[in-house]
């Protein structure tokens, strides 16, 4: 009888296995999730993902809703309060990064170090469904995240799908010695790189100095997204968004590099902000006019 009980156990367990793999990698090999995976792959070689830094979140669509649901976990575990709640979120499922879990490691194990999350009808909890296994969580900015995403859904008419955390260098360094005024960072930016305006031609939102991971700053920044597509933390990091992972991707590339090249001139230039050549506001103007840009004008002198 002994025999029988452990060979069957041993069945149950082979079983268990065999679904967890398929379930996997069905879920790992939708084209969403791919790009997923990808973005953290990428953010790491930039250098952005110290340790566990940065988090990523999107918004699935119906369709890839519909194609993972038969994967989805059976006993979903408690709802989750969120401290924070978005009428137009309710009953989303998002992907997101797991909270201590490293953007290095996520492509070597997507349903290790990612998962997809639930919103309950109320629009202020998640559960797992699937992922984010080995007692995994969703990263501690989900809240941020999440209402980014609320006010950013709201401003691109359902567009935006991502939002993305990380910690790039340059722009963390720029936190240090400038001002923290949306104006003066993004005009910086701005004239770092000409087609910066074209990228980001609302300009960037800041957020000062703030204990990370609540939801005090999640309705800060959030407030600040209503108008920009990316805001700053001060001495922390970037938050970018977009419709796909490429300009999301791309907004935080770009906005790190003008930073770069910024700090680089300040240093070249004995950290006098006077330089010998510039983009004039009239330069802006007219990148602006040919490109038929709606930028915000009142960055502009
Ligand atoms: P998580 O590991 O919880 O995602 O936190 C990383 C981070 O960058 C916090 O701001
Ligand atoms: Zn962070």
Not at 51 to 56: F, P, S, V
Not at 209 to 236: C, F
Not at 264 to 271: D, F, R, V
Request: proline fraction near 4%.
């Amino acid at each position: 009888m002994e025999v029988i009980s452990s060979a069957q156990d041993a069945l149950a367990k082979g079983a268990a296995a065999i679904k967890d793999t398929v379930s996997g990698a069905a879920v790992e090999n939708q084209p969403f999730m791919k790009g997923f995976v990808r973005l953290c792959a990428d953010g790491w070689l930039q250098g952005w993902h110290e340790r566990n830094g940065g988090n990523l979140t999107y918004r699935m669509t119906d369709d890839e809703i519909k194609a993972c649901k038969p994967f989805f976990n059976a006993n979903p575990d408690e709802w989750v309060n969120m401290g924070v709640q978005a009428d137009n979120l309710r009953g989303a499922y998002f992907v997101t990064t797991g909270s201590g879990r490293y953007m290095r490691n996520v492509q070597l194990d997507p349903a290790h170090n990612v998962g997809i999350v639930e919103i309950n009808e109320v629009g202020d909890a998640w559960r797992i469904v699937w992922g984010l296994t080995d007692g995994g969580k969703p990263t501690s900015e989900f809240p941020s995240h999440f209402m980014n995403h609320s006010v950013r859904v709201d401003a691109t008419d359902g567009e935006c799908r991502v939002i993305y955390h990380a910690h790039p260098d340059n722009v963390i360094a720029l936190t240090k010695v400038m001002p923290l005024d949306a104006r003066e960072i993004t005009r910086a930016l701005w004239k770092a790189m000409t087609e910066c305006i074209v990228v980001f031609p609302m300009g960037v939102g800041v957020v000062e100095w703030m204990v990370p991971g609540g939801a005090d700053i999640a309705h800060a920044t959030s407030e600040l997204m209503k108008t920009y597509d990316a805001a700053i933390w001060a001495q922390h990091g970037l938050f970018c968004s977009g419709p796909d992972f490429d300009t999301t991707f791309g907004l935080m590339h770009t906005i790190e590099k003008a930073a770069k090249i910024h700090g680089q001139a300040l240093m070249m230039n004995g950290c006098s902000g006077e330089f010998l050549n510039t983009i004039d506001d009239d330069g802006l103007r007219a990148i602006a006019h040919d490109f038929n840009l709606t930028i915000n004008e009142s960055f502009l002198d």
